[in-house]
């Protein structure tokens, strides 16, 4: 990818699958990489697993004093930020009328409230250069109804609008974008399905398989380069063809 070389990228929930993906596309791109998360043991084995980082920061996004501190770290580590990939999420999976409004919180305040306020600091770090990338990650979740997902479903479609909203009043300086993948095998995906549950899902794709980790590290690298410098405010799905025919399209 183009103009990807020596930028200065943050990756939240970089410990964990499409964060350390993302984390290792970067750096083949010669970008400098810093990786949060708020799980402190993930965060060492990310870190170890992963040579050439610039950085790790233990940081929990919903929390508005450690976001601050983090982009304080930040910017002692790499004298600034380029690229925010705001990657950071979690999926409680239960029927509607069990969701606890403990859960519906906590889900909102991860997905959607996290999303909000490491976007508004990464900008304001970016702005006192020459401006920037965010990426922030959405979900199919957020185009259309699925079972067992209501919080999630809501918070992800929170995003997608907060990104329209962003790009909006951070331009021109800083693009802002959302990708939106469909089932990605990623470990949160797969301590939530079985193996019965995944083939079922995948032979439903036009693609007739599930995407990889890595497969949205390369959507995440398109939009923060030089090759996408006319798109922002834009949503990009990735999913195999899912949600291209609605239930009409399920086999």
Same mark, same amino acid.
């Given at each position: 990818?183009?103009?990807?070389?020596?930028?200065?990228?943050?990756?939240?929930?970089?410990?964990?699958?499409?964060?350390?993906?993302?984390?290792?596309?970067?750096?083949?791109?010669?970008?400098?990489?810093?990786?949060?998360?708020?799980?402190?043991?993930?965060?060492?084995?990310?870190?170890?697993?992963?040579?050439?980082?610039?950085?790790?920061?233990?940081?929990?996004?919903?929390?508005?004093?450690?976001?601050?501190?983090?982009?304080?770290?930040?910017? @002692? %580590?790499?004298? *600034?930020?380029? +690229?925010?990939? /705001?990657? $950071?999420?979690?999926?409680?999976?239960?029927?509607?009328?069990?969701?606890?409004?403990?859960?519906?919180?906590?889900?909102?305040?991860?997905?959607?409230?996290?999303?909000?306020?490491?976007?508004?600091?990464?900008?304001?770090?970016?702005?006192?250069?020459?401006?920037?990338?965010?990426?922030n990650m959405g979900s199919t979740n957020a185009m259309t109804g699925y079972h067992y997902y209501a919080d999630y479903n809501a918070s992800k479609a929170g995003v997608v609008e907060?990104?329209?909203?962003? @790009? %909006?009043?951070? *331009?021109?300086? +800083?693009?802002? /974008?959302? $990708?939106?993948?469909?089932?990605?095998?990623?470990?949160?995906?797969?301590?939530?399905?079985?193996?019965?549950?995944?083939?079922?899902?995948?032979?439903?794709?036009?693609?007739?398989?599930?995407?990889?980790?890595?497969?949205?590290?390369?959507?995440?690298?398109?939009?923060?380069?030089?090759?996408?410098?006319?798109i922002t405010g834009q949503c990009f799905i990735i999913d195999g063809g899912e949600i291209a025919g609605g239930l009409a399209s399920q086999r």
């Amino acid at each position: 990818m183009q103009g990807l070389a020596g930028k200065r990228v943050v990756i939240t929930g970089g410990a964990g699958g499409i964060g350390m993906a993302t984390a290792r596309r970067f750096l083949d791109e010669g970008s400098q990489v810093v990786i949060w998360d708020h799980d402190e043991h993930a965060l060492t084995g990310a870190s170890d697993e992963i040579p050439g980082l610039s950085g790790s920061i233990r940081a929990d996004v919903t929390d508005p004093e450690e976001v601050k501190a983090g982009f304080a770290e930040v910017g @002692a %580590l790499m004298n *600034g930020l380029d +690229i925010l990939i /705001n990657n $950071a999420g979690i999926s409680i999976r239960h029927p509607f009328l069990e969701i606890t409004p403990e859960e519906w919180r906590r889900v909102i305040d991860v997905n959607l409230n996290g999303i909000f306020l490491v976007g508004r600091a990464a900008a304001e770090l970016m702005l006192t250069g020459d401006g920037g990338v965010i990426v922030n990650m959405g979900s199919t979740n957020a185009m259309t109804g699925y079972h067992y997902y209501a919080d999630y479903n809501a918070s992800k479609a929170g995003v997608v609008e907060l990104t329209r909203s962003m @790009a %909006l009043e951070l *331009g021109p300086k +800083i693009r802002v /974008n959302v $990708a939106c993948p469909g089932f990605i095998l990623t470990p949160m995906q797969d301590a939530e399905y079985t193996p019965d549950m995944k083939t079922a899902f995948s032979s439903r794709l036009p693609l007739d398989r599930l995407g990889s980790p890595e497969d949205v590290a390369s959507l995440f690298a398109f939009l923060a380069s030089d090759e996408s410098s006319f798109i922002t405010g834009q949503c990009f799905i990735i999913d195999g063809g899912e949600i291209a025919g609605g239930l009409a399209s399920q086999r």
